[in-house]
């Protein structure tokens, strides 16, 4: 069965900053990963999605890549600013699934004015 | 303004009363979830939809019902509520089959619905 794990669980750093935030996943059988956005109150955004045969996906300051074989996807947030704040989740399609997404937990942003 | 919409937003019941949180879709998309967020767990799903009429378990159904009268609505209903079915609830829907062999397309995700069963 495809986990999702999502490290760390929170992060708080300065405006300006440049971040990193981390996805494994256990099962290489992916078709694509999202990566989405989730502010309080509010449903979920999607940010990025990587297709299985790509290894990065790119949208203004934020970069998404994908590794398979090592079982991981990053999300890069240039230059942080406080509206970045939010939960970010990573979820994965499985090939040949009739599922929809497999979701991490989450990591929980704070960008500090 | 194409969308998700969720109803109630905010409900606390008491266990064993029966309720209904209603999705609905303006965007004729074929395939509709419900998922359920509890703290540290992420997303799971309950319950999915691939078209009218065709619903099928997801990872933590028990306890829930759907059905999938209309393309439009995908209701989950909580026939006996207890307490471990607090939590936030999302309904997602998509025009194809996020993850599958035939789809990359998004989901668009309604704004949740916190339910409290005291």
């Known amino acids: 069965k495809q986990e999702v794990t999502q490290i760390p669980a929170a992060l708080s750093v300065p405006e300006g900053e440049n971040l990193v935030l981390n996805c494994s996943f256990t099962?290489?059988?992916?078709?694509?990963l999202q990566w989405f956005r989730q502010d309080p109150g509010k449903g979920l955004t999607s940010l990025l999605l990587?297709?299985?045969?790509?290894r990065e996906q790119t949208s203004g300051r934020l970069n998404a890549s994908l590794d398979k074989s090592s079982g991981r996807s990053t999300l890069y947030i240039a230059a942080s600013q406080p509206g970045d704040s939010a939960t970010y989740l990573c979820a994965v399609g499985l090939s040949g699934s009739a599922r929809q997404l497999t979701f991490g937990s989450g990591t929980q942003l704070t960008v500090l004015p | 303004e194409a969308q998700v919409t969720q109803n109630p937003r905010y409900l606390i019941t008491v266990t064993g009363k029966k309720l209904t949180v209603t999705c609905s879709q303006n965007m004729n998309h074929e395939y509709m979830s419900w998922y359920r967020q509890d703290p540290g767990l992420g997303l799971r799903q309950i319950y999915y939809?691939?078209?009218?009429?065709?619903?099928d378990k997801g990872d933590v159904p028990e306890g829930y019902k759907v059905s999938r009268k209309e393309k439009r609505n995908f209701p989950l209903i909580l026939e006996s509520p207890s307490p471990n079915q607090t939590s936030l609830y999302f309904c997602?829907?998509?025009?194809?089959?996020?993850?599958?062999?035939?789809?990359?397309?998004?989901?668009?995700f309604g704004a949740g619905s916190r339910l409290t069963v005291l």
């Open positions: 099962d290489s059988a992916i078709y694509n």
């Open positions: 990587i297709q299985s045969s790509q």
């Open positions: 939809s691939m078209n009218v009429e065709v619903t």
């Open positions: 997602a829907s998509s025009s194809r089959q996020v993850g599958g062999a035939t789809g990359a397309n998004v989901l668009t």
